[in-house]
């Protein structure tokens, strides 16, 4: 063909030269034409009756490999297929354009593996089995392997060569490689490990105090995770220290939409006692005990009743007291509270007494993962327990203060 054409160009008068260089540049845009016609049938014909018909199968996995692209990437390869076969029109880069559109024929053919391993891995996340037996491990070493085989079949065309004697190279420099990228290795492994557990993205809030770690993962590379904390500075450390190391990821709490409040306050166990009739009047006017009292009364004297107790001894049956009745008060104005995460757990519990009195923990949830309304969220909560301790009778624990102290002093130089 370009023989046809260099003699028609000189037939007409052109210089050998200039016939030449129309002739292979016609010859180059008919074959980019080609190319392009090829490219525009396939995706603008094939690729949609192919959509069309996919959609209108009942089969799930060929949705997902629409999705991932897996045939876009497999009819990539046709444009190379053409120019590696239309380099005999070209004697002189013949060899050069077959080894260059073989290379990127293997390169296409490598992605378009990656979208199939993808694919492969979505449709077996679709089961159940997925969760107790992941097999996203296992793809990224055949994506690694596919990726040393691609590149050694490459460089070995370029270079015409057989793979056998790359390979034979390659084995007996393996020590020298771990010796001199033994970091890069190392952090490569790790970072796959990271990415196939799904341990940590950009964006997560990790804290890891023994790097001082405490804040958000801004960059992950190969050998560095940065992470900006809440101070803001900027802490690098390796991403084997995460795999070797122990941190905790905060991104369960933004996924689930609470953040916990876990808190306690010390009653003073001096100040706990039965609830008598005068208490329980004044408490029944309560909005949020009301209810509870009314049944918790009804459902003690019915229970003293059947076992015929003794009611002219407080020590007798079952009776109410006013740090119960106080953590009752406190479940009921968390269950109605507007800012808790009613869909998570909500519980008021009693610990073990200590030095420091009775703890009276309170452990809920927030309805927001923002720290600043967290915050919020918590104080208030926490400065109406603290101002409704009176109404029962109880008196938060601390220990002396300075001023305690004085007063003391000063009682006893009076009382001298």
């Known amino acids: ?183 890069s290795i190392l952090g490569l492994v790790a970072s796959v490990q990271l ?35 809440w101070d803001k500075t900027i802490v690098t450390i390796p991403p084997n220290a995460l795999i070797s190391g122990s941190f905790k990821n905060w991104k369960g709490m933004h996924q689930a939409g609470g953040r916990r409040i876990k808190r306690c306050i010390y009653i003073d166990v001096s100040s706990i006692r039965f609830c008598d009739e005068e208490m329980l009047s004044k408490l029944e006017k309560i909005h949020y005990l009301k209810a509870y009292i009314e049944e918790r009364t009804a459902e003690i004297e019915r229970y003293n009743k059947e076992m015929g107790v003794d009611p002219t001894s407080t020590v007798n049956g079952r009776r109410m007291t006013n740090v119960g009745t106080f953590r009752a008060y406190i479940q009921n104005y968390l269950d109605n509270h507007p800012s808790i995460n009613h869909s998570m757990i909500t519980m008021v519990r009693q610990l073990q007494p200590g030095e420091h009195g009775l703890p009276i923990e309170v452990y809920a949830f927030t309805n927001t993962t923002r720290w600043v309304d967290y915050e919020r969220i918590q104080s208030d909560i926490f400065d109406h327990i603290l101002a409704v301790v009176p109404e029962f009778d109880l008196k938060i624990f601390q220990s002396p203060t300075g001023n305690d102290i004085s007063k003391i002093q000063m009682h006893s130089v009076n009382s001298v």
Not at 66 to 77: A, C, G, M, Q
Not at 200 to 218: A, F, N
């Open 1 to 183: 063909m370009i023989e046809y054409l260099n003699q028609l160009f000189t037939n007409y008068g052109f210089s050998d030269n200039l016939a030449v260089f129309l002739s292979n540049a016609i010859t180059i845009i008919m074959i980019a034409m080609i190319c392009v016609i090829v490219m525009f049938i396939t995706k603008r014909v094939l690729l949609k009756l192919l959509k069309v018909y996919i959609a209108k199968s009942k089969n799930k996995w060929d949705d997902i490999f629409l999705k991932n692209k897996v045939f876009e990437r497999i009819t990539s390869i046709l444009p190379a297929i053409i120019i590696h076969e239309s380099a005999v029109l070209f004697p002189e880069a013949e060899i050069w354009i077959k080894r260059i559109a073989f290379s990127y024929i293997v390169l296409a053919i490598l992605i378009a593996l990656y979208r199939i391993i993808d694919s492969i891995d979505d449709i077996y996340r679709q089961h159940n089995i997925s969760k107790v037996r992941p097999i996203k491990g296992y793809l990224q070493v055949v994506k690694i392997f596919l990726s040393i085989a691609a590149a050694i079949i490459v460089v070995s065309a370029l270079m015409d060569r057989s793979p056998i004697i790359l390979l034979s190279g390659l084995g007996a420099a393996t020590a020298v490689i771990m010796l001199i990228f033994q970091n």
């Open 195 to 229: 990415a196939t557990n799904n341990m940590v993205q950009i964006g997560d809030w990790i804290e890891m105090p023994s790097h001082g770690v405490d804040g958000d993962v801004i960059e992950i590379t190969l050998h560095t995770v940065k992470v900006q904390n």
